[in-house]
Nanobody, 121 residues
Framework: QVQLVESGGGEVQPGGSLRLSCAAS????????MGWYRQAPGKQRELVAA???????DYQDSVKGRFTISRDNAKNTVYLQMDSLKPEDTAVYYC???????????????WGQGTQVTVSS
């Protein structure tokens, strides 16, 4: 089994910054893509940012230039640096990772438990 543990959420004023972390542990042979999604009340979960094992990144248009995704493969950890936060960024943020537990099977997607980010004055 694989576990993803997120940290770094909280409440911040508009224009502020937060850094989310998500560490994977357990039966890990290889991690392919990793990413962050968010879900605001009454809305569907949406992709915020993703990063491949080769460090190619992809962002939702609304966060481009404000958020930065990165990963530390030695620590099996993905980060989301969020700057210039806006009230509309308020949501529960979930990380995910595509993990292969052995060389013989393809990767499958695992999810973290979610961390609340609130942007409010």
């Amino acid at each position: 089994q694989v576990q993803l543990v997120e940290s770094g959420g909280g409440e911040v004023q508009p224009g502020g910054s937060l850094r989310l972390s998500c560490a994977a542990s357990g039966s890990i042979f290889r991690i392919d893509a990793m990413g962050w999604y968010r879900q605001a009340p009454g809305k569907q979960r949406e992709l915020v940012a993703a990063i491949t094992s080769g460090d190619r990144t992809d962002y939702q248009d609304s966060v481009k230039g404000r958020f930065t995704i990165s990963r530390d493969n030695a620590k099996n950890t993905v980060y989301l640096q969020m700057d210039s936060l806006k009230p509309e960024d308020t949501a529960v943020y979930y990380c995910n990772a595509d993990v292969a537990s052995t060389r013989y099977f393809p990767s499958r997607r695992y999810w973290g438990q979610g961390t609340q980010v609130t942007v409010s004055s």
